[in-house]
């Protein structure tokens, strides 16, 4: 029995020695790892500036046509308290029907389905999720001749200047009625300055 004792320590010993450098390596393993690298900051968003009132007495938006569609129409803008009043007629839209008119973040028209135009712009609060009908879009009521009458006011909006409330050289789209088709952007226009 001495014997087998005496020939396990050794055994134990490196064992015991094996187990020691492992430890240590695994310290030294630890030590030489770089430091976590803190995540940079998410940079807070730039205040938006406002403006009370713009540099453009009057504008206009000629709508024409887009993803296949028969609207189009004529409006005019002009400032008013508290923002831009939107005036004018759009035809060939769904008989009886709710349209959404919205001010759109680019004044870029030049696509068939009017996506050049980017997102539901909101003059207060900034660009939201492209197509957007929530929020506050105006929404504009056809006859039973497919005609709307617009008349509405864009909350916070002003025409020129170049704040961030500036709806001039925006896009301004009419969104479809038919079920499945509710923000199908059905007629685009720019907003353009009146000489």
Known sequence: ???????????????????????????????????????????SPEPRQLADRGTVSRAVANLFSASGSLVSGRVVLT????????????????????HGLQVHER???????????????DPLAGTRQDGSVAGDPGRIFAGPDGVARVDLVVRGA??????????????LLVLGATPGAISARVACAVITPVE
């Not at 400032?79 to 709710?98: D, F, H, M, S, T």
């Open 158 to 171: 002003v025409l020129g200047g170049g704040a961030d409330n500036d709806i001039l050289g925006r896009a």
């Open 79 to 98: 400032p008013v308290e508290g923002g831009v009043r939107i005036r004018g007629e759009v035809g060939g839209l769904v008989r009886n029907g709710a």
């Open 1 to 43: 029995m001495r014997e087998t004792a005496i020939a396990s320590r050794p055994i134990a010993r490196a064992l015991v020695r094996n187990l020691s450098v492992a430890a240590l390596l695994g310290l030294a393993a630890c030590a030489s790892a770089p430091p976590p690298v803190a995540e940079p900051a998410t940079p």
């Open 107 to 121: 004044g870029d028209c030049s696509a068939v389905d009017a996506r050049s135009a980017g997102g539901y712009y």
